[in-house]
C-alpha cells in the first residue's frame, strides 16, 4: 500500500459483547445482527458503492483484539477501510487477517484494493460465521475521531460489530462500526 490515510491505523479499542447484554434500538440491532453480507446490503439503499481503504499493513495482533481464534502476538494483516453510499461515509471496517490465514486460495485476501472484503467472503459456499458481538464508541473514541475528521456530526455513541469468519479452515476478523449518517440508524422501516 503506497498511501496511508493520516489517521491510519484507527484502531478500536472497546470492550465487545454478546448483544443480549446491550440495550439497543430494534432497527439498528436489525443491522448489528444481520448474518448477511453488510456490502450487499448498503448496494440496496445506494445508486453507487464505493471502498475508500486508509491502509494495510502487517503488525502483531494487540490483547485488546485477542479472541478464540487469533492470539495476541500473531502476526495479522489488518485493513481499514470505509464503506461509502453515494459519497456517504456509512462504515469503518477494520478487518485482521493472520498471516497464517492469507495461503493458498486465501492469498487474494491480502491484495483487496479497493473491492470489498464481505463481497469476497461472501461469494465462497464453505463459509461460517462465528457469533456476532457488538460495542459502542463514544465521542472520545478513535472511530469518533475518525468521523469528526470525515466532517460527520457525533451526537450519539457509535455502534459497531465484530465477528471471525472461517474459510478453508483460516480464521479472519471483521469489525465494522457504523458511522453517524448511516442507514443503520434510521429508524424508518423500509431498511
Known amino acids: 500500500m503506497s498511501q ?3 489517521l491510519f491505523p484507527v484502531t478500536m479499542n472497546t470492550h465487545w459483547q454478546h448483544p443480549q447484554h446491550c440495550s439497543v434500538d430494534a432497527s439498528l440491532l436489525d443491522w448489528l445482527l444481520d448474518p448477511n453480507s453488510l456490502t450487499a446490503r448498503l448496494k440496496t439503499h445506494c445508486q453507487q458503492f464505493k471502498v475508500q481503504v486508509l491502509g494495510q499493513s502487517i503488525e502483531p495482533c494487540s490483547a485488546e483484539e485477542a479472541n ?3 492470539d495476541a502476538g500473531e502476526q495479522v494483516l489488518v485493513r481499514e477501510v470505509l464503506l461509502y ?3 456517504i461515509p456509512q462504515v469503518f471496517a477494520r478487518s485482521l487477517m493472520p498471516l497464517s490465514s492469507l495461503t493458498g486460495e486465501q492469498q487474494q485476501l491480502a ?3 479497493t473491492q ?3 463481497q ?3 461469494n465462497h459456499p464453505d463459509l461460517t460465521r462465528k457469533c ?3 460495542s459502542s464508541f463514544d465521542s472520545s473514541s478513535s472511530v469518533a475521531d475518525l468521523s469528526r475528521y470525515l466532517d460527520l456530526n457525533v451526537e450519539k455513541p457509535l455502534w459497531g460489530r465484530r465477528s471471525v469468519f ?3 479452515q483460516k480464521p479472519v476478523m471483521v469489525a465494522e462500526i457504523f458511522l453517524p449518517n448511516a442507514f443503520a440508524y434510521s429508524t424508518s422501516s423500509e431498511q
Open 111 to 113: 491484495h483487496l484494493g
Open 85 to 87: 453510499c453515494d459519497d
Open 132 to 134: 456476532i458481538e457488538i
Open 116 to 118: 470489498s472484503l464481505g
Open 166 to 168: 472461517v474459510l478453508a
Open 4 to 6: 496511508q490515510h493520516p
Open 68 to 70: 478464540n481464534d487469533i
Open 120 to 122: 469476497v467472503l461472501f
